[in-house]
């Protein structure tokens, strides 16, 4: 099986940064793209980042410039540092793969339990 487990999330105040980690781990045989989601109490989950093996990397409009994206292909880790946060970020982040487990020939989602990320003075 694969497993996501994420961790950095907290509290912070207007205009602090935070860093959220994501490692990917079990069965893999390649991961296409590692996205970072969110979703705030009585919205939908949306995606917010999203990076893949490769390196191409996209961003929704409400963090653009102030979130960025990497990722540690080795470690099979995805990273969201979160900068200039404000309160409507305030949500649950969810970490999301799209992995190939050994001896499978189609890629599965696969999501972490997420981390409350709450912003507030």
């Known amino acids: 099986q694969v497993q996501l487990v994420e961790s950095g999330g907290g509290s912070v105040q207007p205009g602090g940064s935070l860093r959220l980690s994501c490692t990917a781990s079990?069965?893999?045989?390649?991961?296409?793209?590692m996205n970072w989601y969110r979703q705030a109490p009585g919205k939908q989950r949306e995606l917010i980042a999203a990076?893949?093996?490769?390196?191409?990397?996209n961003y929704a409009d409400s963090v653009k410039g102030r979130f960025t994206i990497s990722r540690d292909n080795a470690m099979n880790t995805v990273y969201l540092q979160m900068d200039s946060l404000k309160p409507e970020d305030t949500a649950v982040y969810y970490c999301n793969g799209i992995i190939k487990r050994t001896g499978s020939v189609v890629d599965y989602d696969y999501w972490g339990q997420g981390t409350q990320v709450t912003v507030s003075s």
């Open positions: 990076i893949t093996s490769g390196g191409r990397i």
């Open positions: 079990g069965n893999i045989f390649n991961i296409a793209a």
